[in-house]
């Protein structure tokens, strides 16, 4: 047996595994075909499993997160705050006072909209960030990999048609330090990354004249490649060191020694090849001209995207001495027939379909299979809501130690207020008193206290992290939540002490919004 199988036979199929020592080894590998100094920040886009991300975090990058969730898993993977960007188009209020409140101090900007928004916030919280202005070149030398800017998109802002000025930077509360660009996503061909990447050094350095800004971070962003769902190995880069290094000497000389600091982002080539999906063949079956395997995975666990064109079809094998017996009620023969074989999954749509033209090997009822390669842009990049079924679970293994087994649970949440009433039984305990979007708040506002268990009535919230810039964005969720306002006589020590003081303080202003 091997080491998947057993995985298999302990947690179920279908499992994601990923192997630590293939994470460890993409982030030394990147390291080493990139110019030094520079930082890695790894992209919770691509795999946000919070074990994933601690053992990259360890390997020595930093955090980039575009999204609540992303934020907390990073914080539980234990990457300081300091050590994370937030990005993306559209940000809300309540991301990035989240955002803020937790310790970030770095964000990249979309926009005007979203700079104004950015400066709003912080100087509402009477804090400064740090703001890299995320550029859409009016240029794309590049040719290869999708396109993440160089034509009309939603990405950052354009360097030709809508440039820029001082007026539009010199905004309260925050410093445009900086200019963060991705060009290319997944590209294959190095020197299109190596023409991009020096577009990028001439494009920031034009900008950072222009604006009259002192260029203190330059994030070059990522694009690099590493295959998806089929076999393969991701590139090893041999131009990247010497061709980007030689570009910043000539245009950025003070980067050696710090004066400006150079950032790259990846997802997929971190954590690519460190990820395989085992599933179970449930049941084999021919259709006119084609035969169908039909196993316990589909469009809702890997390659979900793949339902509407987006990502091409994966790839699997029958894993070899890894049947598991039949499955109940069904015959297993030992017919070789070499029709088409459909790899489809257990979803009741004509979408689930995994690969319509498989090349695998005599597969029965009962085998186990392997999805190489789907360690980046599995699970949470596919359906998973779709029809209502499990999330399969999640492994992390560093040879043959286990070092995290979790599941992803879906929970509908009752969003009806819950109030103290006539109605309620005199033994109504303070803890069963509020909503669940309360303790949400609570825990948004405290990413380490932990509410697994119930949020406990006497909570010292101090001592469990609510401090003053925690105390603003929580109290701005509660008056949205709640349609309260809640006055500055009642911004108590004692009125936010505990969740059950804060929760009489919610409940009198509903009471006096009612009068």
Request: proline share 5%; charged share 25%.
């Amino acid at each position: 047996m091997t080491r998947n199988t057993d995985i298999a036979r302990t947690f179920g199929t279908p499992v994601y595994i990923f192997d630590a020592d293939k994470l460890d080894a993409a982030a030394r590998d990147l390291t080493r075909a990139l110019p030094q100094p520079s930082s890695i920040y790894f992209s919770l886009k691509a795999n946000p499993n919070p074990a994933v991300a601690e053992v990259l975090r360890l390997a020595g990058c930093s955090a980039e997160v575009s999204s609540i969730g992303e934020l907390d898993a990073a914080l539980s993977a234990g990457f300081p705050a300091a050590d994370i960007i937030y990005t993306g188009p559209g940000k809300t209020d309540e991301e990035i006072v989240h955002a803020i409140a937790s310790g970030v101090r770095e964000f990249s900007s979309e926009s005007r909209t979203d700079l104004r928004r950015l400066s709003a916030l912080a100087d509402g919280l009477s804090v400064g960030i740090g703001i890299l202005l995320r550029v859409n070149s009016d240029s794309a030398p590049g040719g290869a990999g999708m396109r993440m800017t160089g034509a009309s998109s939603q990405f950052g802002i354009d360097t030709g048609t809508m440039p820029l000025t001082r007026d539009d930077i010199d905004l309260p509360s925050i410093e445009v330090h900086g200019f963060h660009f991705y060009p290319l996503s997944n590209a294959s061909d190095e020197s299109a990354l190596v023409v991009e990447m020096i577009n990028s050094i001439d494009t920031a350095c034009r900008l950072r004249d222009e604006l009259g800004i002192e260029l203190k971070v330059l994030d070059l962003g990522g694009g690099f490649a590493a295959p998806y769902a089929s076999s393969g190995r991701r590139p090893i880069y041999q131009q990247l060191q010497e061709s980007i290094a030689s570009a910043l000497d000539a245009r950025l000389p003070g980067w050696r020694t710090g004066e400006t600091r150079i950032v790259f982002e990846s997802g997929r080539y971190l954590t690519a090849d460190s990820g395989a999906l085992v599933a179970q063949i449930m049941d084999v079956k021919d259709s006119r001209d084609r035969r169908y395997v039909i196993t316990d995975t589909g469009i809702h666990h890997v390659g979900g995207l793949s339902g509407i064109g987006r990502v091409l079809p994966v790839s699997a094998h029958v894993m070899a001495g890894a049947t598991r017996g039949d499955v109940t009620g069904i015959e297993t023969d030992d017919d070789t027939d070499t029709r088409d074989i459909v790899i489809a999954g257990p979803l009741c749509t004509p979408a689930d379909v995994l690969n319509r033209n498989a090349d695998l090997a005599d597969p029965h009822p009962g085998d186990l299979i392997e999805i190489p390669n789907v360690g980046a842009y599995g699970l949470s990049a596919s359906l998973m809501g779709f029809l209502s079924r499990p999330a399969p679970a999640e492994v992390l293994v560093r040879g043959t130690e286990t070092i995290s087994a979790t599941r992803i649970h879906f929970d509908r949440q009752d969003l009806t207020m819950t109030t103290h009433d006539a109605q309620q039984p005199a033994d109504h305990t303070p803890e069963t008193a509020w909503d669940r979007n309360f303790e949400r708040h609570i825990s948004r506002a405290i990413p380490r206290l932990s509410i697994d268990g119930g949020l406990k009535a006497d909570e010292d919230l101090k001592n469990a992290g609510l401090d003053s810039l925690a105390l603003v964005a929580l109290l701005g969720d509660l008056e949205r939540e709640y349609r309260i306002a809640i006055t500055d006589d009642q911004l108590t020590a004692e009125n936010f002490a505990t969740p059950d003081s804060i929760w009489s303080l919610v409940t009198r202003a509903r009471d006096a919004v009612s009068l």
